[in-house]
């Protein structure tokens, strides 16, 4: 008795169709694009008008109506995601001086340009103007040494009647607060992100400063963090900059403190000879995220008309919501 059978022509054809197609899909995200399954459904919403039977959002109800006061309709959420993994581990890393790890820094700009990339991407295959609501987290496993998840969801909406944009806005604020800065006349432009990851080294001089009887602040960790700080909000102004943007409102900023073992050779002036230390040093990881705004053009007026969508320049993507009825 046979208990298995040997594949058909018919099974083997579809098989090698599906590894072709995983294939290209992988190429797809390779090169900073969408999964090949995720451009089909893309592609059949779309040429269904834009918006399926049922649209998705993760919009409240109160967010869905704020962005339906300004005729604004939800097409569905999208979502860009990148798992990154950093090339350093904690021995590469153990210095004897403090300063910032441009490999992490660097690390997670580029997992951040991947997930807004591909949310975008997803939007702009629905034929949307924008993405309101964008919620751009980014997490550590503890099961994946080194790797950075970063996701960006949010919902791809739409103006009828409006012309297209070059690409889609982008905007984390909520729906009554986007509503609120069309009112004051400006416009979201995009997500401005700035990151710094700061390596901190801890002294003998720590060690002892921590272990003592009395309080007192650890002034060289503090330091750190301002200067994590500083790197990051110039970096994210400089990403606003770059978008042509007149600010950025509902900055966020995010602070995590990770210890690093090491153990290192110090000189103990008791014994008058170098001894080996298990210390801690730290990494701070500062990031600042917020949305670009730009003004909108003719001056600041209240927003109770239609709006319109005009192109402009790539400088000004964002100088583009309003006119008169």
Known sequence: MRFFRRPSEEQRAAAEQERERDARSLASLEAGGLPLRAQERLARQAASGGRPGLWTSDLSVGEFL???TVRFEALGQVLGASIYHIAYNVSQIRSTMSGELAVFSQALYEARDLALGRLRQEAAALGAHGVVGVRLEHKAYEWGA???????IGTAVRLPGAAPLKQPFLSDLSGQEALTLLRTGYVPVGVAVGCCAYYVVTTLADEWQQRGWYNNEMSRLTAAVYQARHSAMERMVADGRAMGADGIVGSDVHLRAEEVPV????????R???EMERMDDHIVEFTAVGTAVAAIKGGHQPVDVPLVLDVGQPSAVGHQLLAGR
């Open 66 to 68: 704020a962005t339906r």
């Open 146 to 152: 080194n790797l950075l998840d970063f996701t960006a």
């Open 263 to 270: 153990t290192r050779q110090v000189y103990n002036q008791f």
């Open 272 to 274: 008058n000879e170098y």
